[in-house]
Structures are given as C-alpha cells and as structure tokens.
C-alpha cells in the first residue's frame, strides 16, 4: 500500500496536470487543443502538397500572409474578452477554428487555401488574447502566472503527443492518411470548447468604457515592456527554424541531434515550466527575471555558435548543454512576461492589453524567419554573436524599462477614453 502511495505521488510530482479544480479543467482542455495542434503541425505541409497538390511556395506564401492578416484580431477580440464572459467567447472561437479546420478538406486551390488559412490565423490570434484572459480570470491576480506555466507545460505535453500520434501518416503517406490528421485535429477541437464550457462563467465585474483597445495602444510605458519582451522571443524561432539549420549546415553533428534538441526543450518544459514560475510572481521580480533571461538566453546563443568550430562528439554536447541553458532561459522569459503583460495592464482592460502583447510578439514572430536566416544561416557565428548581443542588451533594458510603466501607472488617474 505504502508502495502504490509512493508511486501515487511521485507521478502527481511529475505530472504537468494540477489537482482537480477550475485550472485542472483548463488545463485538460488545453492538452486536448494542443494534442490537435501537433498532429495539424506536424503533417500540414505534406497534406497540403500531397493530398492537396499545393506547390511549397504557395504553402510558404500563403501561410506567411496569412499570419500577418491574422495579427490584425489579436487586439479587437483582446478587447472583446474585456466585455463578454471569457469563458464563452473562448468555446464560441474554438467551435469555429473546428468549423475552419474541417474547411482544409475542401480546399483544392491556392486562393481557396488563402482564405482558408487566414480565417484560421485570424481566430488563432484572436483566440490567444481570449486565452490570456480566461488564464488570468480561472488564476486570480494571485495566481495567474502559475497558471500560465501549468498551461504551457500541459501544452509542450500536448504537442509532443500529438506529433506522435501523426507519426502514423507520415509512415502510410497517402492522402486519406493526411485527411485524418486534419479529422483528427477537429476532433480535438470540440473537446477542448466542451471542457472549457465546464468552468463556470466568468462575467466582467465592471463594464469597461469604449475603445479600452486604442487606450492599450496608445499606453507608452507598457509597449516599451511588451516591446522588450517581444524582441526576446524572437529565440523561438532561432530554436525551431534556424538552430536546426544550423546544426545541418555549419556543423559536424549528425542529423538526429536535431530531434534530441527539441526533445530536450520539450521534456525541460514540461518538468520545469511550473517550478521555474515562482520568481516572477510581480512586475519589479518579473523585471529582474526578464533580465537574467535575455543574459541566460545570450549565452545559449553563443554556445550554439561554439559547435561550429570544433569536433563532432564536441559539438553535440556544446549543442545539448546550450538547448538546457536556453530552456532555463525561454521558461524565465515566459513567466516574466506573462507577470509584466498582466501587471501593467490597466485591471478592467487585461483581455485588450494581452491582445496588444500579442501583437507585438506575432510581429516579431513574422519577422523573425528571413531576418535570423539572413544573419545566422549566411552569416555564420558573427551572426549568433549579434543576436546574442541583442538579446543581452533587451534584458538588461527591461527592469528601467519596468520602473517607468509603474511610476506612471501611479501617476495616471483613471480616466475613459
């Protein structure tokens, strides 16, 4: 018995999963929309070149637009979750991109594709701010962040499984196995707006005046910490495009270190993500965390350069031990900016606020792919130098940067727009 008690709680210790309660059910829907998110991830660009016929570039160009489009309902529906019940704006938006999802069935041309996968971003960006409130609503201000990284770490969980489960098509490779990917992922879906709609309604306790959007947008001192923490997340795309490029390119690594580095960073995610959370639990904290996480992240930078300059068995361990010192340095990064976005958001207006913060990450997202590709993949290790220099430097900038947001929130009486 005492054995079976043991096992009990070493499992519940290293389960992503809380105990039962409001962010247990989140957090199941939240496994359940992301198992979704890596199955349609996984296997998107083979479904749509083999079952679809779309060439590669269409694919590229298409999604490259319609990521930019869809930025554009980050803010509006951030906004949105300020007046309406986050609950149910976030189940509505899911029973869509199911809707949205099941659509790629029916596409069989690029303008058609087009339309398709900007409908899908624009509800993806959306749904993120309406995300960013319902976290904050389920959480409390006093538990918000912890919630946040008990999300994040069920959704690496999420997607690893379902990259695993798409395993499957890959292998069998033909259109109807790609048909089901996509089934599959709208399947995920509606489960995920089923238990959400389980947690209870989270109705706004004071009605927010108009335009609390233009009010997020025009906020100085908060965008210039937005502004900073987006930059510093520009390294997801160093991670998952330009580090495996990389390692194929400029270095002596075989090729499945690619797999084993993502496999680091998924795994240290999952058991770290909610431990690594407590340091950042207000803005002034969060700010120093943000700044050690730009210095930690600049020296994994600059260790993947290393591994272009010396032997094989080297360079996979200078790549391994530089993904667990960005890991540490992206989960700090995550919590410290989920503090500071909600921290400095004005209280009746978090939905708008995280709309804004989004924005400013998917445009740096958007940016990232050509502007890190040019200066690493061409550039070589001068590159990672730059963008470890980069990163270094935002860090350092974020805890001043911090000071002024809250001196002027202090200073700033209420006032509607």
Same mark, same amino acid.
């Given at each position: 018995?005492?054995?079976?008690?043991?096992?009990?709680?070493?499992?519940?210790?290293?389960?992503?999963?809380?105990?039962?309660?409001?962010?247990?059910?989140?957090?199941?829907?939240?496994?359940?929309?992301?198992?979704?998110?890596?199955?349609?991830?996984?296997?998107?660009?083979?479904?749509?070149?083999?079952?679809?016929?779309?060439?590669?570039?269409?694919?590229?160009?298409?999604?490259?637009?319609?990521?930019?489009?869809?930025?554009?309902?980050?803010?509006?529906?951030?906004?949105?979750?300020?007046?309406?019940?986050?609950?149910?704006?976030?189940?509505?938006?899911?029973?869509?991109?199911?809707?949205?999802?099941?659509?790629?069935?029916?596409?069989?041309?690029?303008?058609?594709?087009?339309?398709?996968?900007?409908?899908?971003?624009?509800?993806?960006?959306?749904?993120?701010?309406?995300?960013?409130?319902?976290?904050?609503?389920?959480?409390?201000?006093?538990?918000?962040?912890?919630?946040? $990284? @008990?999300?994040?770490?069920? +959704?690496? &969980?999420?997607? /690893?499984? *379902?990259?695993? %489960?798409? =395993?499957?098509?890959? #292998? !069998?490779?033909?259109?109807?196995?790609?048909?089901?990917?996509?089934?599959?992922?709208?399947?995920?879906?509606?489960?995920?707006?089923?238990?959400?709609?389980?947690?209870?309604?989270?109705?706004?306790?004071?009605?927010?005046?108009?335009?609390?959007?233009?009010?997020?947008?025009?906020?100085?001192?908060?965008?210039?910490?937005?502004?900073?923490?987006?930059?510093?997340?520009?390294?997801?795309?160093?991670?998952?495009?330009?580090?495996?490029?990389?390692?194929?390119?400029?270095?002596?690594?075989?090729?499945?270190?690619?797999?084993?580095?993502?496999?680091?960073?998924?795994?240290?995610?999952?058991?770290?993500?909610?431990?690594?959370?407590?340091?950042?639990?207000?803005?002034?904290?969060? $700010? @120093?965390?943000?700044?050690? +996480?730009? &210095?930690?992240? /600049?020296? *994994?930078?600059? %260790?993947? =350069?290393?591994?272009? #300059? !010396?032997?094989?068995?080297?360079?996979?361990?200078?790549?391994?031990?530089?993904?667990?010192?960005?890991?540490?340095?992206?989960?700090?990064?995550?919590?410290?900016?989920?503090?500071?976005?909600?921290?400095?958001?004005?209280?009746?207006?978090?939905?708008?606020?995280?709309?804004?913060?989004?924005?400013?990450?998917?445009?740096?997202?958007?940016?990232?792919?050509?502007?890190?590709?040019?200066?690493?993949?061409?550039?070589?290790?001068?590159?990672?130098?730059?963008?470890?220099?980069?990163?270094?430097?935002?860090?350092?900038?974020?805890?001043?940067?911090?000071?002024?947001?809250?001196?002027?929130?202090?200073?700033?009486?209420?006032?509607?727009?």
């Amino acid at each position: 018995m005492g054995t079976t008690a043991e096992v009990r709680d070493r499992w519940r210790s290293l389960s992503p999963l809380p105990p039962p309660g409001r962010l247990r059910t989140l957090s199941l829907a939240t496994l359940a929309n992301t198992i979704g998110t890596g199955l349609w991830v996984t296997g998107a660009a083979l479904f749509l070149t083999r079952a679809v016929g779309l060439t590669p570039t269409e694919v590229g160009l298409g999604l490259t637009l319609a990521g930019l489009v869809g930025l554009t309902a980050s803010v509006p529906l951030g906004g949105l979750a300020d007046r309406r019940d986050p609950r149910s704006l976030r189940a509505v938006l899911q029973l869509a991109q199911a809707a949205v999802a099941a659509a790629y069935l029916l596409v069989g041309s690029f303008p058609l594709f087009l339309l398709v996968a900007t409908l899908d971003a624009l509800l993806i960006s959306g749904n993120l701010a309406v995300r960013a409130a319902l976290v904050a609503a389920v959480g409390g201000p006093q538990g918000r962040v912890h919630a946040f $990284a @008990t999300l994040r770490a069920v +959704a690496n &969980l999420g997607v /690893a499984l *379902g990259a695993g %489960l798409a =395993a499957f098509a890959l #292998v !069998v490779d033909t259109g109807w196995a790609y048909r089901l990917l996509v089934l599959g992922n709208v399947a995920t879906y509606l489960v995920s707006a089923a238990l959400i709609m389980r947690l209870p309604a989270y109705p706004p306790a004071r009605r927010p005046v108009r335009q609390r959007a233009g009010r997020a947008l025009r906020d100085g001192p908060f965008l210039a910490v937005a502004g900073a923490s987006a930059v510093l997340s520009v390294h997801h795309v160093a991670l998952t495009l330009v580090l495996p490029l990389w390692v194929v390119a400029h270095t002596e690594a075989p090729l499945v270190t690619v797999s084993a580095l993502l496999l680091v960073n998924t795994l240290l995610t999952v058991l770290l993500a909610v431990r690594l959370s407590g340091s950042a639990r207000h803005a002034v904290p969060a $700010a @120093t965390t943000m700044r050690r +996480a730009g &210095l930690v992240l /600049a020296a *994994g930078m600059l %260790l993947w =350069a290393a591994s272009a #300059v !010396v032997p094989t068995s080297v360079a996979v361990g200078l790549l391994l031990g530089a993904t667990v010192i960005y890991t540490l340095g992206d989960l700090w990064h995550a919590g410290a900016g989920a503090t500071l976005a909600y921290d400095l958001a004005a209280p009746d207006a978090l939905g708008a606020y995280q709309g804004v913060d989004g924005l400013l990450a998917g445009l740096v997202r958007a940016a990232g792919p050509a502007l890190l590709t040019w200066l690493i993949i061409d550039g070589g290790p001068v590159g990672w130098l730059a963008l470890a220099g980069l990163l270094a430097l935002t860090g350092l900038a974020v805890p001043p940067l911090t000071r002024r947001a809250l001196a002027d929130r202090a200073d700033r009486s209420p006032h509607p727009d």
